[in-house]
Structures are given as C-alpha cells and as structure tokens.
C-alpha cells in the first residue's frame, strides 16, 4: 500500500457479500461491483435459490455474461443450504472449485430466505463434511424468534445458536457476516480463532439507528441486520481501524426495485455497490486508520478463504465523488445508497 494525503494505492479489493439478484437488475447492477472489484463473493438467494451445482454455474455464467467488458471479474458462487442439501454435491463442487462457500440463512431471516434452515440441528449432517473439507459456512446470524426484540437477535443468535455450533464442529470455518454489535466483535475477538472471521458494512459503519427515523421513516435504510445504535456502530469503527485480521470487507450490497423499497412491507436490502468502496475509505480516515485499509479491503478475506490475494492495484483520490440518484431499470428504478451526496474520495480512472 502506498499513501499521500490525497492518493492512495491498494491491492484491488475482493467484497466478499454481494446480492446481483438475475435477469435485468443483474445487467444493471454489475458493472459497479466490477468497478472496483477483482472478485466477489456472491450470495445464493435468488427467488429460485441456488442450490447446486448445476445452478451455481449457470448463474455464474449469467453473470460473466452481464460484466462490463471493460472489467475482468470473477463472481465467487456460494450453495444455499436447505435441509435437504447434498453433502457429496457440497464436496464435489467445493473441490471442483465451483463452490467457496456455503450460506446459511435461518428461514426467514431477510430477503428469500423462507427455504433456510429451520432448525441447524436437520443439518449435522452437512455441517460434519463441510468440516472434514475445510469448506466456510457463511452465516446470517440472527435468530428469528418474532418473541426476540429485533435489536436483540444477532447478540442472542451468538448465545443460542453459535456459540454450541463452534463447540460441536471447533475445525468449522465460519464467517459471521454483516456483523452490527458490541457483542459479535467481542465475541469474534474473544476466540482470536482461524476458524472464525466477520464481515462488515459501509453502511453499518457510517450510520446508525437514528438516521433511519430521521425526518420521518427512511425506507432506504431498512435492511436487515436492522441499523444499531451508534455505540454499536462506534466499536464496528474500532475493530477494523484495529487491524484485526478476523474482520474484512463484505459490503451486502442488496439491489431493490423502487416499488418494492416503498411498499405496504418494505423489502431489507442497501445497494452500496456504487460507493461502498469509497465509504470505507472515508471511514477509515475518519478513524486514523489508513494504514489498516488495504488488509481489510484486500488481504484478510482472501487469506481466510484460502485465495490469492489479487496482484492488481486500484488508486483512490482526495477528490468529490457525487452518486448517482438513481438507476433505471424499465419503469422502475433502484436508489443507491446515499444517493446524490458527495463523498470526498473518488477512484482514479
């Protein structure tokens, strides 16, 4: 990594949680991941989940076909787990290298996860060979008890659920994803453990839950883990101006039609691909922690995964960067996360 006060070049990043969704809003969104992407991990959720092989790599192949010519790009594919997953197709396609990941969502936990996982103890079984070949499990961790407060279910999903998960299956890798609490940052930094990591937002970085009700309801922050309060958001700042290697960049950009965002039931999701790079940035410079960036953004991820860290360099810019407004898909549209603000950092073209 190199640094001036108004340049800095890093190794290109990977994020490693990103929605594409399929079809138009693929074509749509792609291009801003690829940006400034080498590669990405990319989320199974689909409304036809990805579920197997077959289906990892025609999904894969939709979405090589959707890149901008102009990126070199490789989407990282990841195996929806159901209770009635194959655990020879989990080995077959992790082997083969169509696979990195599996991810678990518990049913109904966000967005089209109603065929999730009911109860973690119906999957032993596929836990038990995901172990034995050093395959991650990507996690959504919250539990989903409606009794739970909403604000409550990430810490209690640690106690509950993750806690006698890492003790039944301690050689398990897992990524507890888009974490948003004191409690999983203590918990991650407690195990100090190769086989546990987090990712975490742009957007659970620089916001909290106050802004979601500012002025009135903002729909476009709704997203699921909720917005916490800002001494959560206060301690995600502290772990990755840290330069702790269990924390890395996982953006869960989630692209949403308009009409879906302003609904009778809003849709959870932020679509941060356009600017969720340079949000980091400003955060950490806003916490002194230039330094930190490049492992966080570009080294700690890989290094889990067991991938090599990209050769490629990507320069930032002390430069006003304004985001777009909007996205036209037909007659709807998608607004990107702080859209028509202006960050103060760009990417060197």
Known sequence: MTETKKRITIIKPDDCHVHLRDSEILKKVIKYTGKFYKRAVIMPNLDDPITNLSKAISYRDRILNSMHP?????????????????PKELEIGFSKKIFIAAKLYPSYSTTNSKEGVKNINFITHILECMEKIGMPLL??????????????????????????????????????????????????????????????????????????????????LYCLPILKKNFHQQVLREAIASGDKHFFLGSDTAPHLHKNKINFFGHAGIFNAPSSLLCYVTIFEKMNA?????????????????????????????????????????????IPFLAGKTLNWSLET
């Open 70 to 86: 102009n990126y070199i790009f490789q989407p990282l594919m990841t195996c929806y787990l159901t209770h009635s997953t194959i």
């Open 139 to 220: 996690i959504h961790g919250e539990e989903t008890d409606q009794n739970i407060d909403i604000y409550d279910r990430e810490a209690v999903f640690i106690e509950n659920t993750l806690e006698p998960l890492r003790k039944k299956f301690p050689k398990l890798k897992i990524v507890l994803e888009h974490i948003t609490t004191k409690e999983s940052v203590e918990y991650v930094k407690k195990h100090n453990s190769k086989y546990l990591s987090a990712t975490i937002t742009p957007h659970h970085l620089i916001l909290n839950r106050n802004h979601m009700f500012s002025k009135g309801i903002q729909p476009y």
């Open 290 to 334: 230039l330094k930190h960036l490049q492992s966080f953004c570009s080294e700690n991820g890989p290094k889990f995964y067991n991938i090599p860290v990209n050769q490629e360099t990507i320069t930032l810019v002390k430069k006003p960067y304004k985001i777009l407004k909007k996205i036209s898909i037909g007659k709807d549209m998608i």
